[in-house]
């Protein structure tokens, strides 16, 4: 088994969203992103089938879809198709545990 404490996994970098991979398997892609406060996973889709989890682990911000924001904070979660349009905005800094199934 593998333990992580998720509110300290990772940085936070100036220069953009940073990632850090938890699985890649070929069943699902599991990853972190840290994001300072304006800092952005912008609006954006994929030509696969499959779904993409979004949960806020610590934070507060906007899940981004194509009918526009909507509010995220810690606990929130969102699933959607991965072909449907889909991103994350972060107001303060921000962890966004993310469940790629199948991994693109």
């Not at 800092?39 to 610590?58: C, N, R, W």
């Amino acid at each position: 088994m593998q333990y992580t404490t998720l509110t300290a996994l990772g940085e936070y970098r100036d220069t953009g969203p940073a990632r850090t991979l938890l699985l890649d398997s070929p069943y699902v892609k599991i990853l972190q992103f840290n994001l300072k406060a304006g800092q952005s996973l912008p609006l954006h889709k994929h030509d696969d089938e499959g779904y993409v989890s979004l949960t806020v682990v610590e934070g507060t911000g906007s899940f981004l879809a194509a009918d526009g924001k909507h509010p995220a904070h810690a606990g929130d979660h969102c699933l959607c198709p991965i072909a449907e349009p889909h991103g994350v905005a972060a107001e303060t800094d921000m962890r966004v545990l993310v469940h790629i199934a199948p991994p693109v």
